[in-house]
């Protein structure tokens, strides 16, 4: 009996990397207002007279999401994106040129 081991492999791979990404935090954007070491049973005094006087002085009074700061350096995800897409370009380049050498 012949084991066809190439698909079992593959079926290996994409059952790791599932079990992998399972793991990775969500990160959820909520409105509640967290006390000062995350307690959310209840807003500070401080959270309260914030949230007070930034909904006096904000025209659309509604949930705001936590601010992502300025200056993130995207380099190295661009020039690692790149990469990847190179790499997967010549997989794909690769495994045309042989489809054809071995159908030829």
């Known amino acids: 009996m012949v084991i066809a081991r190439r698909p079992l492999l593959t079926a290996t791979a994409a059952g790791t ?4 990404l399972w793991f990775v935090p969500s990160a959820n954007a909520t409105d509640e207002p967290a006390g000062p070491s995350g307690n959310r049973s209840g ?5 309260a007279a914030t949230a007070g006087d930034t909904a006096a002085g904000d025209t659309a009074a509604g949930p705001r999401l936590a601010d992502t700061g300025t200056g993130i350096d995207t380099t190295p995800y661009l020039i690692g994106g790149v990469a990847f897409l190179g790499i997967g370009a010549a997989f794909v380049s690769h495994s045309a040129r042989r ?5 030829v």
């Open 99 to 103: 489809t054809e050498a071995l159908s």
């Open 17 to 20: 990397l599932l079990a992998a």
């Open 43 to 47: 807003p500070t005094t401080a959270t």
